[in-house]
T-cell receptor
Framework: GQNIDQPTEMTATEGAIVQINCTYQ??????LFWYQQHAGEAPTFLSY??LDGLEEKGRFSSFLSRSKGYSYLLLKELQMKDSASYLC??????????WGAGTKLIIKP | GAVVSQHPSWVICKSGTSVKIECRSL??????MFWYRQFPKQSLMLMAT?????????EQGVEKDKFLINHASLTLSTLTVTSAHPEDSSFYIC???????????FGQGTRLTVV
C-alpha cells in the first residue's frame, strides 16, 4: 500500500530552527510537495522536489532523497506565524497526491 | 501562483437539504479538479477526481449519488452534497491543476455545517 509518515506534533522556540521529516512508500514517484495549513484554512504551497537534493526558498528549505524515500522541511528563524500544520504529499505514478497526516508545529516564545 | 476560488467559504444548512460548492480556476484552464474533505485534526481525504467533460472518479467509500460532482468547463467544477446530514459537516476543499505534471492549486475551502 501507499504510506506517508510524518511526526504528529513538534514544538520549537521562536527564532530557532526546526526540521520536519517525511518518509514515504508509494506506487511510483512524480515529486514531493510540502504545504502549510493554518487551522480552518486550505493548504498553501511551500515547495516541490522531484530531484535529490536541497531546495532553498527564503527561510524554508526542502530536501529529498528518492533512494531513501525521505524528505524534510527545514524552517529557520522561526516566527510565531509559522505555527501551523505542515503536510507532506507525494505525487504517485497516476499523478495523484498521496497525503501525510500532517505535522502540527507549535512555536513558543 | 495561480488562483483557485471556492465559494462559499462557509455554509450552514438544515438536515435533508442540498448544498452546492463551486470551485473556479480564475487564470488557468484546469483539466483536472480534485475534491477533498478534511475532518478536524485529520489529513485531507480525496473524495473524487474530475476531468473536464467526463464523469468524476470517486474514491472507495465515497457515495457518488450523495456527492455529485460536475466539471462542465475547464474553469468550473461543482460539488453538490445532497440530502445533507450532520455527519456531512466538514471542511471541503477543491484543488485544480492544468496538466498532469503541474502543481495543484487549492481553493480556500468551504466549511459546511449541517444542523
Amino acid at each position: 500500500g501507499q504510506n506517508i509518515d510524518q511526526p504528529t506534533e513538534m514544538t520549537a522556540t521562536e527564532g530557532a530552527i526546526v526540521q520536519i521529516n517525511c518518509t514515504y512508500q508509494t506506487s511510483g514517484f512524480n515529486g514531493l510537495f510540502w504545504y502549510q495549513q493554518h487551522a480552518g484554512e486550505a493548504p498553501t504551497f511551500l515547495s516541490y522536489n522531484v530531484l535529490d537534493g536541497l531546495e532553498e526558498k527564503g527561510r524554508f528549505s526542502s530536501f529529498l532523497s528518492r533512494s531513501k524515500g525521505y524528505s524534510y522541511l527545514l524552517l529557520k528563524e522561526l516566527q510565531m506565524k509559522d505555527s501551523a500544520s505542515y503536510l507532506c504529499a507525494v505525487m504517485d505514478s497516476n499523478y495523484q497526491l498521496i497525503w501525510g497526516a500532517g505535522t502540527k508545529l507549535i512555536i513558543k516564545p | 501562483g495561480a488562483v483557485v476560488s471556492q465559494h462559499p467559504s462557509w455554509v450552514i444548512c438544515k438536515s435533508g437539504t442540498s448544498v452546492k460548492i463551486e470551485c473556479r480556476s480564475l487564470d488557468f484552464q484546469a483539466t483536472t479538479m480534485f475534491w477533498y474533505r478534511q475532518f478536524p485534526k485529520q489529513s485531507l481525504m480525496l473524495m473524487a477526481t474530475s476531468n473536464e467533460g467526463s464523469k468524476a472518479t470517486y474514491e472507495q467509500g465515497v457515495e457518488k449519488d450523495k456527492f455529485l460532482i460536475n466539471h462542465a468547463s475547464l474553469t468550473l467544477s461543482t460539488l453538490t452534497v445532497t440530502s445533507a446530514h450532520p455527519e456531512d459537516s466538514s471542511f471541503y476543499i477543491c484543488s485544480a491543476r492544468a496538466t498532469s505534471d503541474t502543481e495543484a492549486f487549492f481553493g480556500q475551502g468551504t466549511r459546511l455545517t449541517v444542523v
